[in-house]
Nanobody, 120 residues
Framework: QVQLVESGGGLVQAGGSLRLSCAASGLTFSAYDMGWFRQALGQEREFVAC???????YYADSVKGRFTISRDNAKDTLYLEMNSLKPEDTAVYYC??????????????WGQGTQVTVSS
């Protein structure tokens, strides 16, 4: 059974930084393209970033240049370094495996997510 546990969220002022982590279990982590998604209140969940098995990375235009995704296959952990945060980055952040062609999640189940709140 796949388990994804996100952590590292919090309340930060605009311009600040946070580092999110996602601990994965129940899957061969290194075999999957992994990514971050986010869901703001009242909105649909959206793709944020992906780190492919090859470690090639992709970003949504809204976060490009501010966020950095990375992975540690030895620890089955995915990271998201978020800098220059803006109020519009406020959302619950989730990790999942990613179909890079559709930018949709691979697994139907999701973790509990981690709340990021950016104050202006």
């Amino acid at each position: 059974q796949v388990q994804l546990v996100e952590s590292g969220g919090g309340l930060v002022q605009a311009g600040g930084s946070l580092r999110l982590s996602c601990a994965a279990s129940g899957l061969t982590f290194s075999a999957y393209d992994m990514g971050w998604f986010r869901q703001a209140l009242g909105q649909e969940r959206e793709f944020v970033a992906c780190a492919r098995r090859s470690s090639i990375t992709y970003y949504a235009d809204s976060v490009k240049g501010r966020f950095t995704i990375s992975r540690d296959n030895a620890k089955d952990t995915l990271y998201l370094e978020m800098n220059s945060l803006k109020p519009e980055d406020t959302a619950v952040y989730y990790c999942n495996a990613v179909d890079i062609h559709t930018k949709r999640s691979t697994f139907h189940s999701w973790g509990q997510g981690t709340q990021v709140t950016v104050s202006s």
